[in-house]
């Protein structure tokens, strides 16, 4: 079945600073989603991208449908306490809607 | 707009029982998700449905069951209840063909 890899697993970084995430994969997705989940919540939905080589922008954080339809990253810029959480990176691929692929999550930690 | 609600937040059973899980829909969505998080991991597909019926299936086993009602809420049942089930239940809804999920908060089962 399909794999998604996510890293890295966790970042320890200071106010201010950008984070990068990535997720690959072992086969093609027609679209990436990035969620982020607090403890004891629901993951809520950040970015969709739906075509290769997307770019997309929601505030601070930017995401990128990967060229060859494997991968896809998320940047987090001026990170603030707020951003603390776990971020999850998923993919839909053919005609699964509804069936999404998730990675194992980048666990984030902003220090004030 | 109301969003995904889930019930009850938590739930303990013994190994062997069975358990309903309960989903209601954010207004205007037609199709329903369940997803499995174990601790630590991301979440797993376990079947979607649409019009009622069963809309695909993740590796699963039949003791997972599901319902989907005319007002688009949704059940989650499990019988024979394993250690192993114990883990944050998701619902998501979504428009048929959308790749958006919306997430509830969960429930978190725990089976002792």
């Known amino acids: 079945g399909q794999q998604l890899n996510q890293s890295p697993q966790s970042m320890f970084i200071q106010e201010g600073e950008d984070v990068s995430m990535n997720c690959t994969s072992s086969?093609?997705?027609?679209?990436w989603l990035w969620y982020k989940q607090d403890p004891g919540e629901g993951p809520v939905l950040l970015i969709a991208?739906?075509?290769?080589?997307e770019l997309t922008s929601n505030g601070r954080l930017t995401a990128q449908f990967g060229i060859t339809r494997k991968d896809s990253f998320l940047n987090i810029s001026a990170s603030i306490p707020s951003d603390v959480g776990i971020y999850f990176c998923a993919g839909q691929g053919g005609t699964s809607y509804g069936k999404l692929t998730f990675g194992q999550g980048t666990i984030l930690t902003v220090h004030p | 707009e109301t969003g995904v609600t889930q019930s009850p937040t938590h739930l303990i059973k013994t190994r062997g029982q069975q358990v309903t899980l309960r989903c209601s829909s954010q207004?205007?969505?037609?199709?329903v998700s369940w997803y499995q998080q174990a601790l630590g991991q991301g979440p797993q597909f376990i079947f979607q449905y649409y019009r009622e019926e069963e809309n695909g299936r993740g590796n699963f086993p039949p003791r997972f069951s599901g319902l989907q009602f005319p007002n688009y809420s949704s059940e989650l049942n499990v019988n024979a209840l394993e250690l192993d089930d114990s883990a944050l239940y998701l619902c998501?809804?979504?428009?048929?063909?959308?790749?958006?999920?919306?997430f509830g908060s969960g429930t978190q089962l725990s089976v002792l």
């Open positions: 998501a809804s979504s428009l048929v063909g959308e790749e958006k999920l919306f």
């Open positions: 207004s205007g969505h037609n199709t």
């Open positions: 991208l739906y075509k290769a080589g």
């Open positions: 086969s093609i997705f027609n679209t």
